[in-house]
């Protein structure tokens, strides 16, 4: 079968957005270098899988998934291609009407193609304008941010990614990203055998027995991939073939003990490579996927730390009902203050979404009127507009800058920012895959301006 016979397209129109690039839209975020996400810089494509449904939340839905390229054909600039292939098989799966629907659904989130996304461009670029006939100079880099900043195909995918986003640094953000996704491919590959210790045995109460069972699952995993390894059969039915994937030069980044050394070791892949379709990524878990994970083993398995707990209280609220993401995103429609708060003291209640967490995940709901502050905004504001600032003060500093913006604050910080990490690295929709790991503070300083100037992008 050929490949233009193994390909299903579907051809999603864009109106109210003649002026929408592929490339602008998805390379606005740090969010579209985190697994499972793949941008193809020569062909100015996105890739990743999508689920083939919009309710995997509180259901018994299997999760089901697909191989999903968009691109934005030069001869039809106003509407966009997507090529859909069965994860497994590569072949061009049969889908049902509701199916290719929850992709299209997915696409338009994860690329802000609603009707309330175009009017906030819209209207963010006409405050640009007057803001800069005001003040007699125009910001070019402003004038050309595409005003809309990518996002997961979830609400679920972009809570946690937001939690790896906070207190640490962005190559091992990247490293626990890609660690959740390998996880997802072995939990829907392995033989049933090799799942059942991805899930406790013990009830949840039981801590002491739990943690031994994390022990002897640790070893009974580095044994059977050391076997596999060394074993010169391909034993397809044995789907956990973690050893397929490891890079011999991995070089952790940060301590670990001698069990999740040998068992992250062998299961991350090294961030030098670019992804490939034998790097055994699969798509973001579900919730259904992580709610019955044993909190010790996705710890050490993803090197997720204190994060592990918080994301399986996360989803298995979300599985059991406590949390309702659907609503959630549904309030959104409604933007306002009050609205906002609203979504702000829903979120609040969820362990793990302190303000710079929260505030991230307002802004990937669709509120660009609140700057979400760390260290990094502290260092921007420090070297771009030698402004002074602490963790207590950096509010109050960047809203002085950016509040002339409103309700659209965000937007202007966000595209100054993007625009300083261009002059640094070079235009990041070019950047290769091995090259993500270098946005970092340190390499922002001034002092590491030639040295990152040196790095190659082709």
């Given at each position: 079968?050929?490949?233009?016979?193994?390909v299903?397209?579907?051809?999603?129109?864009?109106p109210?957005?003649?002026?929408?690039?592929?490339?602008?839209a998805?390379?606005s975020?740090?969010?579209?270098?985190?697994s499972?996400?793949?941008?193809?810089?020569?062909?100015r494509?996105?890739?990743r899988?999508?689920h083939l449904?919009n309710?995997l939340?509180?259901?018994?839905?299997?999760?089901?998934?697909?191989?999903?390229?968009?691109?934005?054909?030069?001869q039809d600039?106003?509407?966009?291609?997507?090529?859909?292939?069965?994860?497994?098989?590569?072949?061009?799966?049969?889908l049902s009407?509701?199916?290719?629907?929850?992709?299209l659904?997915?696409?338009?989130?994860?690329?802000?193609l609603s009707?309330?996304?175009?009017?906030?461009?819209?209207?963010?670029?006409?405050?640009?304008?007057?803001?800069?006939?005001?003040?007699?100079e125009?910001?070019?880099?402003?004038?050309?941010?595409?005003?809309?900043?990518?996002r997961?195909?979830?609400?679920?995918?972009?809570?946690?990614?937001c939690?790896?986003l906070?207190?640490?640094?962005?190559?091992?953000?990247?490293?626990?990203?890609?660690?959740?996704?390998e996880l997802?491919?072995?939990?829907q590959?392995c033989s049933?055998?090799?799942?059942?210790?991805?899930?406790?045995?013990t009830?949840?109460?039981k801590?002491?027995?739990?943690?031994?069972?994390?022990?002897k699952?640790?070893?009974?995993?580095?044994?059977?991939?050391?076997?596999s390894?060394?074993?010169?059969?391909d034993?397809m039915?044995?789907?956990?073939?973690?050893?397929g994937v490891?890079?011999?030069?991995?070089?952790?980044?940060?301590?670990?003990?001698?069990?999740?050394?040998?068992?992250?070791?062998?299961?991350?892949?090294?961030?030098?490579?670019?992804?490939?379709?034998?790097d055994r990524?699969g798509?973001?878990?579900s919730?259904?996927?992580?709610?019955?994970?044993?909190?010790?083993?996705?710890?050490?398995?993803?090197?997720?730390?204190?994060?592990?707990?918080?994301?399986?209280?996360?989803?298995r609220g979300?599985v059991?009902?406590?949390?309702?993401?659907?609503?959630?995103?549904?309030?959104?429609?409604?933007?306002?203050?009050?609205?906002?708060?609203?979504?702000?003291?829903?979120?609040?209640?969820?362990?793990?979404?302190g303000?710079?967490?929260?505030?991230?995940?307002?802004?990937?709901?669709?509120?660009y009127?609140?700057?979400?502050?760390?260290?990094e905004?502290?260092?921007?504001?420090?070297?771009?507009?030698?402004?002074?600032?602490?963790?207590?003060?950096?509010?109050?500093?960047?809203?002085?800058?950016?509040?002339?913006?409103?309700?659209?604050?965000?937007?202007a910080?966000?595209s100054e920012?993007?625009?300083?990490?261009?002059?640094?690295?070079?235009?990041?929709?070019?950047?290769?895959?091995?090259?993500?790991?270098?946005?970092?503070?340190?390499?922002?300083?001034?002092?590491?301006i030639?040295?990152?100037?040196?790095?190659?992008?082709?």
């Amino acid at each position: 079968m050929g490949m233009e016979e193994s390909v299903l397209k579907l051809k999603l129109k864009l109106p109210l957005a003649e002026t929408f690039n592929l490339e602008t839209a998805v390379c606005s975020h740090g969010l579209f270098m985190m697994s499972p996400n793949r941008w193809d810089p020569l062909s100015r494509s996105l890739s990743r899988p999508l689920h083939l449904s919009n309710s995997l939340d509180n259901t018994d839905i299997p999760s089901v998934s697909v191989d999903v390229t968009i691109c934005q054909p030069q001869q039809d600039p106003h509407s966009l291609c997507i090529e859909v292939r069965n994860s497994a098989s590569g072949s061009a799966p049969s889908l049902s009407q509701e199916q290719q629907d929850a992709l299209l659904a997915q696409v338009k989130r994860m690329l802000r193609l609603s009707e309330a996304d175009e009017r906030n461009v819209r209207d963010f670029k006409r405050i640009v304008r007057q803001v800069a006939q005001e003040e007699g100079e125009e910001t070019q880099y402003m004038k050309d941010f595409s005003g809309r900043v990518f996002r997961s195909p979830t609400l679920f995918e972009d809570m946690v990614k937001c939690m790896l986003l906070c207190n640490c640094q962005w190559p091992r953000t990247l490293s626990m990203a890609r660690a959740l996704c390998e996880l997802q491919w072995e939990l829907q590959h392995c033989s049933p055998s090799i799942s059942e210790d991805f899930i406790p045995k013990t009830p949840v109460g039981k801590e002491s027995k739990r943690k031994q069972k994390v022990l002897k699952v640790a070893s009974k995993l580095t044994s059977r991939i050391a076997e596999s390894k060394a074993s010169s059969e391909d034993d397809m039915n044995l789907k956990l073939d973690c050893a397929g994937v490891l890079e011999e030069n991995v070089q952790p980044s940060f301590p670990r003990n001698d069990i999740e050394s040998d068992l992250h070791g062998l299961n991350e892949l090294s961030t030098t490579d670019p992804p490939s379709a034998c790097d055994r990524i699969g798509n973001f878990p579900s919730p259904r996927e992580l709610a019955n994970l044993d909190e010790s083993f996705l710890a050490k398995r993803c090197n997720l730390g204190y994060r592990a707990g918080r994301i399986l209280k996360l989803a298995r609220g979300i599985v059991d009902g406590q949390i309702q993401l659907r609503e959630l995103e549904d309030m959104c429609n409604e933007a306002s203050l009050t609205t906002y708060d609203k979504l702000a003291e829903q979120l609040s209640q969820i362990n793990g979404f302190g303000p710079f967490t929260r505030n991230n995940v307002l802004v990937c709901i669709g509120f660009y009127h609140v700057i979400p502050t760390d260290s990094e905004t502290i260092r921007h504001l420090k070297q771009v507009h030698a402004r002074n600032c602490t963790t207590k003060t950096v509010q109050i500093i960047a809203e002085s800058i950016y509040g002339k913006y409103a309700p659209f604050q965000f937007l202007a910080y966000w595209s100054e920012l993007w625009h300083f990490y261009e002059k640094r690295f070079g235009k990041l929709s070019e950047m290769p895959y091995s090259d993500y790991k270098l946005i970092t503070a340190s390499n922002m300083g001034i002092k590491n301006i030639r040295k990152v100037k040196r790095t190659k992008i082709f």
